[in-house]
């Protein structure tokens, strides 16, 4: 189901200088498919459901240094989402349970730490942040994983 994952603001980098304001990303399965202003996307893509986020949407956060502790891998693995984490360096997932862990997740694992993106045609992996910087909402691969309640 094609989603509009919309924002009073939108990040494409997380150092994003221009960002584009009353926004949203459209997310169809998953991939990315328009970035753009919210009344636009909302008339190109009438179908669309609507979610809507407090803050900022920006890229998914690339995880580079030892994962959260936790009872569980999948609890571990679980911390990096609510972090806004859609991807981790390969160097901290050496444990084949953390790593199988991430795998079932969908949780990008990289070789070395590369900035994030949105990008039309790339991967749907974003994060919602609120005014306070708290991560209220992970999407990876298109689905969201992590909403702050």
Known sequence: MLTLHAAPVVRLTLDDVAPLHDAAVAVDGDRIVAIGPLAELREAFAQARVRQWPGVIGPGLVHDGPVPDAPSPRERIHALLRL?????VAAHV????????AHRNGLAILGSPRPPALVQTGRAD???FDAAGQCVATVLAGRLVHRRS
């Open 84 to 88: 806004g984490a859609t991807a981790v």
């Open 94 to 101: 050496t444990d084949p349970e953390l790593r199988a862990a």
């Open 126 to 128: 974003l994060a919602a």
